[in-house]
């Protein structure tokens, strides 16, 4: 079994859809499918230092590149969409990452001039809350090949069970697989690891940690305005609101006045974005993770928290809501700020419960653990080349 996966982007910049991807081949790989990535060198604001038009390994997956062209939403490569014309026939399945770019249209377009099965992972951005962005941009791109990207698909991957119903329903699809994304979960190394990080001088005040991406999408304004609504009750004094993450320059501009007006640097940290080592102490340490927002069609760094024993505060809109609710592993809270602080205030001054649901977390996080969440892909991929219907 031999499989294409096609994204536009790999910069873990970009957040959850791009880190997966990486994740995902590297278990596929384990899993004995034999993988390949093709995408570009693009990265918010910049390119990433890559070598191009040639077979390379990228973290341990191997990988192609090519040179991106435009700005903002208009970037594309027509290198990558040559090269897939050229080389999609020697794969059996294409899986392809993503639909408003135009490597995934050229992906599919090229699969069905070869007859080469493929299957799209939306991230999200087709579910309501997705398509209302831009929405007559978006309109355009599904009238001039969108639709039939998705339409010809052999199945379209979503990745949990909300964002299939929303997706559905918004463009009349009805071949959707439910395959979540995974972590590597280790949980007695993962544990020991935390209370390590716990026991170290470096962090003597408990702290929430944001984790992502910063776009108003994530409701970060909301949460900072809750947290120190929260912080006035003399039992949460010491606590601190840590945001890990970058994003557009005028959103992080927002937020630094924000706790800057409010006087609020004792209580607030923006350490800017954090991957390998420094993330992972980060996570390892906190005591409760915030991810508040208002569209989240899975949540990999909720996923990646519980595995740590580390609780969660979460939106209804979160993929995982659902999970996290019936196995007891955080809180679940509105967008509102009055709301959120409600709920701070009671997560955050009883110790105990934050231990207990942080227990039943990762309880949960096994049911992510990659080694059976590439089974079941493999099982898919295995369906789409010999022209079976996937299981819904």
């Not at 993503?98 to 939306?122: E, N, T």
């Not at 007559?136 to 909300?162: D, E, P, Q």
């Not at 005591?287 to 989240?296: G, Q, V």
């Amino acid at each position: 079994m031999k499989v294409l996966h096609v994204i536009p982007a790999v910069s873990p910049k970009y957040g959850g859809p791009s880190q997966a991807v990486i994740t995902m081949c590297k278990a596929l790989l384990a899993h004995g499918v034999e993988v390949q990535i093709v995408s570009t060198d693009a990265e918010p604001r910049g390119r990433m230092p890559l070598e191009l038009e040639t077979l390379t390994m990228y973290q341990g997956v191997p990988a192609t590149f090519f040179a991106v062209q435009g700005k903002g939403s208009f970037t594309f490569s027509a290198q990558l969409a040559r090269w897939l014309n050229e080389n999609v026939s020697e794969f059996d399945v294409v899986h392809i990452h993503g639909v408003f770019s135009q490597a995934c249209l050229a992906a599919a377009k090229a699969c069905r001039r070869r007859g080469i099965p493929y299957l799209v992972r939306p991230l999200g951005h087709i579910e309501p809350w997705g398509l209302a962005q831009k929405p007559l941009r978006k309109k355009l791109f599904l009238k001039l090949g969108g639709a039939r990207m998705l339409n010809h698909a052999a199945a379209v991957h979503y990745v949990s069970a909300s964002e299939r119903q929303l997706s559905e329903a918004a463009l009349r699809l009805n071949h959707g697989v439910v395959i979540p994304l995974g972590i590597d979960f280790e949980p007695d190394l993962k544990t020991a690891a935390r209370e390590q990080n716990r026991a170290r001088p470096g962090v003597p005040r408990p702290y929430v940690l944001v984790l992502s991406r910063l776009q108003p999408t994530k409701g970060i304004d909301v949460l900072l305005e809750a947290f120190l609504d929260a912080r006035t009750d003399e039992r949460l004094a010491a606590w601190q609101l840590w945001i890990a993450g970058a994003g557009s320059p005028a959103y992080e501009a927002a937020l630094k006045r924000t706790v800057t007006e409010l006087n609020a640097g004792g209580a607030v940290r923006l350490t800017g974005w954090l991957e390998g080592e420094a993330k992972a102490e980060a996570l390892a340490g906190a005591s409760l993770l915030a991810l508040p927002s208002h569209h989240e069609s899975f949540g990999l760094c909720v996923i990646e928290a519980m595995a740590l024993g580390v609780p969660v505060l979460i939106s209804p809109q979160v993929g995982v809501a659902d999970e996290v609710s019936a196995a007891g592993a955080g809180w679940i809270s509105e967008v509102e700020a009055k709301s959120l602080a409600q709920t701070l205030t009671a997560a955050l001054s009883d110790r105990d419960e934050l231990g207990r649901r942080g227990a039943a977390g990762r309880a949960l996080a096994r049911k992510f653990d990659w080694h059976h969440v590439a089974g079941k892909l493999a099982q898919l991929y295995e369906a789409i080349k010999h022209g079976a219907t996937p299981n819904a």
